[in-house]
């Protein structure tokens, strides 16, 4: 199991004045709320989109005292993903290539290079100067 964590967030603002219930510690015009998945597993794209959806329904409640919705989707994650998700293209869901490319530029064909020589690849120590 990979070691590092995840985070996957969704974060929404509203005004004081959209929400049905207002706890008493609002003490501001806009109310900034948000869920974060945080995972082990590289499933990003599949995760955000399960949070997209369930989360813009909870949102849409304006009652944030009503926590049951994410009750169950954290229960429903945390059946549903597993490593065997990893085997499987489901696991590039909602990564763009483009937005790769744009990011890295020619740093992405040097990776893919060193994707094609795969063991052969030889890192010299940085000694200092």
């Not at 199991?1 to 004081?16: D, E, G, K, N």
Request: net charge positive.
């Amino acid at each position: 199991m990979p070691s590092a964590c995840l985070p996957v967030p969704y974060i929404v603002i509203w005004t004081l004045q959209k929400l049905l219930k207002k706890d008493s510690d609002v003490t501001r015009e806009t109310v900034q709320k948000s869920v974060c998945v945080i995972s082990r597993l590289p499933l990003y794209g599949i995760i955000e989109a399960k949070l997209a959806l369930i989360t813009h329904a909870y949102f849409e409640e304006l009652d944030f005292s009503k926590v049951q919705l994410l009750e169950d989707t954290y229960n429903q994650l945390n059946e549903s993903l597993n490593e065997k998700l990893l085997m499987e293209s489901q696991i590039f869901v909602g990564l763009s290539v483009r937005d790769l490319v744009l990011r890295f530029k020619h740093r992405v064909l040097i990776l893919f290079k060193l994707l094609l020589l795969e063991k052969r690849v030889r890192f010299p120590p940085k000694f200092p100067n």
